[in-house]
Every structure is written in structure tokens, then in C-alpha cells.
């Protein structure tokens, strides 16, 4: 990775690698005190091995739910009412208000009269946040942490912190907005995996851009590809969410084109000297911006103003899709009837689990 013979500390990675092991070994004994397993046995055992659904929503997972009124909860007529496994449940049977399940002082319950329009809403919004220090089991948390302490950690070494925190919560976030608009309403979904979707981006476009002064660019491009499709197997397996991958994926792309040096054939166009020469401390032509704004713009070529361009493009459209949807996710509420099986093996019943069913 270039920039990575630097001698940084990848302050972000290790931080947040040390959280994630944290909140999950908190998360198992959560789930050890609640239902007497650390792991989720009954009603049905959780393939990632970790606590159950119900205990990770309590903690704080991605749960539509607790973030906003649905029509199919809110709306339920009063015979046909909407029931919540609790947290601490190890049969079918164990029933609590959705404000237990939610926690954090709870949401309001819905009426069941039939209207879907409920004043006050349910608006855990911090549900978008949370979910990327949490996951599904020990081979949810293995495979990410993995992937964090190599590829995302030689990532930050050579962008530095500063830029790999921005992209790393970014991706995660808008993982988790997208997930909300076209996952299951009624799935819980948690991980780092938008994150290190968006970070497998900027790997992805810094092996573009620097194609040609690549010793193996093709087994390179092999090695990103194979990341990708284990982890999107992954994420077809009950409590995890393929629409933050493609999410943080997007938001990764985007950020990435914005954040990161041009592509080297660009700058030797521009006789700007090798890519990312502001990170390795070469010579820069121009004088860095915050010291001299207006010689950091005086004698730019017009191609430097075209390629800024379209830098500014992708970022006031990734805004606006971003804005779309936490719009739609609030306000319109419109759902992909067939989008599940994008995040769900049709075995098992497993594109059922976020379903909201009447009792």
C-alpha cells in the first residue's frame, strides 16, 4: 500500500478494534446472564455464535422498530396485534412491550388501533451508530477484526487517521441507512462490515490508480474480489446485513475519490509528481491549502480543475442519496419487496426472520 513505509500508529484502527472486542465480550455476557448461555442456543441456535437476536437489538442493533413507525406494527388492527420475543426469551412465548425489547429507556408502545401515523414515534436514531462496534458472533467479530488489523490498519498508516476515520464511520452509517431502507423491516442487523466495505473501496482505488507501477496488479485485484465475496456469503447468514456492505462499499468509492490523492497518470499529467506525495513527504508543487489558500489554486491546469470537479460531483451526490434515504427510512417508508434476498439464503425459513407477522 503506498504511504504504509510510513512510521504512523494506526491510532483509529487500534482503538476501535479494541471497542469492538469490548462491546461483544460484553454482549455474550449479556446474553450468559439474561438466557443462561453466553450464546444463543434456544429458541434456535445462532449460527455466527454469538447472543441472540433479541439481545443485540436491546443493545443497540439496527432495528427499524425502535427508530420509526411502521405500518405494519403501528398500523395492526386490535385483534391482530404485534407481540416481541423479549431479550432475556428461550422459548417462542416469552412476550414484552417493544419498549423492553428497545431498551435505553425505552420507545413508545405501539397502540394497535389501526393507525400507522403514531405521535410520538418510535427514534433510536443512534441505531445508525451503535451497530458498528457490535456483532452477531465470534465469527461475525473473527472475520472482521481480521480484516481490520491488515487490510483497514495498512490503510490508515497510509492516508493517515484523520481521512480513514472519516471514511471508516461514513461507510458504516450510510451501510446501516441503506440497510434500513431495503433489508427486512423487522431485521436486526450489526458490524463493522460497512465500515471495511468502505475501506476495501479505497484499497480497490488506490490499485486503479496505480495500476501500471503494480508489480501484480491482477492478483492484487484477485485478492480485493475475494474479500469481497466471502464476506457478502457472510452476509447472507442470519443477523447480518449485505446492504451495509453495498452501502459502505458506495460510500467508500465515493468518499475515496474525494479523500484520496489522484490517480497517478493524472498527476504526471499535471507534473505533480508521484502519487500520494503529500503523504510520503515529497515536494508538492502547489503550497498545502490551510497555509496559503490562494496559492494552493493559482496556476492550476485546467484538467486539476476538472478532476476537482468532478471530486465535488460524487460528493454532493453521495449527500443527496444519503439524504434520500434517511428521508424515505423516516418519512415515506417505501419498501424493496424482493431486495431481501440480497442478505438472506432462501433456507430454513431465513429471508422469514425480518418478516413482521400479526399473531
Not at 4 to 21: E, G, N, T
Not at 41 to 69: D, E, W
Not at 71 to 95: H, M, S, V, W
Not at 293 to 317: D, E, N, S, Y
Request: aromatic share 12%; glycine share 10%; with cysteine.
Amino acid at each position: 500500500m503506498l504511504g504504509s513505509d510510513k512510521k504512523r500508529i494506526p491510532f483509529v484502527v487500534y482503538f476501535f478494534s479494541l471497542v469492538q472486542a469490548a462491546v461483544f465480550i460484553a454482549e455474550i455476557a449479556k446474553n450468559g446472564v439474561m438466557t443462561g448461555s453466553p450464546i444463543m442456543i434456544k429458541p434456535q441456535f445462532n449460527p455466527m455464535i454469538g447472543p441472540s437476536t433479541q439481545v443485540l437489538i436491546n443493545m443497540g442493533a439496527r432495528y427499524a422498530p425502535c427508530m420509526h413507525n411502521i405500518k405494519a406494527i403501528q398500523g395492526a388492527p386490535p385483534d391482530r396485534p404485534i407481540y416481541f420475543l423479549c431479550p432475556n426469551a428461550t422459548t417462542n412465548t416469552e412476550i414484552c412491550p417493544l419498549s423492553t425489547l428497545c431498551g435505553f429507556g425505552g420507545v413508545p408502545d405501539p397502540v394497535f388501533d389501526g393507525n400507522a401515523d403514531q405521535s410520538p414515534a418510535p427514534n433510536q436514531w443512534f441505531r445508525f451508530i451503535v451497530p458498528i462496534f457490535m456483532h452477531a458472533g465470534i465469527i461475525h467479530i473473527g472475520f472482521n477484526l481480521l480484516l481490520q488489523l491488515t487490510v483497514a490498519k495498512e490503510m490508515e498508516q497510509a492516508i493517515g487517521s484523520i481521512r480513514f476515520f472519516l471514511v471508516y464511520m461514513s461507510a458504516g452509517i450510510f451501510g446501516f441507512v441503506m440497510g434500513g431502507n431495503f433489508a427486512a423491516p423487522g431485521i436486526a442487523s450489526t458490524g463493522a462490515s460497512g465500515s471495511l466495505f468502505g475501506i476495501i473501496a479505497l484499497t480497490l482505488l488506490d490499485l486503479l490508480y496505480s495500476w501500471s507501477e503494480r508489480r501484480s496488479p491482477v492478483k492484487d485485484l484477485m485478492f480485493i474480489i475475494l474479500d469481497m465475496v466471502i464476506a457478502f456469503v457472510l452476509g447472507l447468514l442470519p443477523g447480518l446485513d449485505n446492504f451495509s456492505h453495498i452501502g459502505g462499499f458506495l460510500m467508500g468509492l465515493a468518499l475515496g475519490i474525494c479523500v484520496l490523492h489522484s490517480p497517478n497518470a493524472l498527476r504526471r499529467r499535471l507534473d505533480e509528481g508521484s502519487a500520494y506525495s503529500a503523504v510520503q513527504g515529497g515536494q508538492a508543487v502547489h503550497p498545502p491549502f490551510l497555509k496559503s489558500p490562494v496559492g494552493f489554486f493559482r496556476g492550476r491546469k485546467p484538467l486539476w480543475w476538472a478532476w476537482w470537479i468532478v471530486r465535488v460531483a460524487v460528493l454532493i451526490t453521495i449527500i443527496v442519496v444519503f439524504v434520500v434515504l434517511l428521508n424515505n427510512f423516516y418519512k415515506v417508508g417505501e419498501q424493496c419487496g424482493w431486495c431481501k434476498y440480497l442478505s438472506c439464503l432462501p433456507i430454513k425459513d431465513w429471508c422469514e426472520l425480518g418478516a413482521i407477522k400479526d399473531s
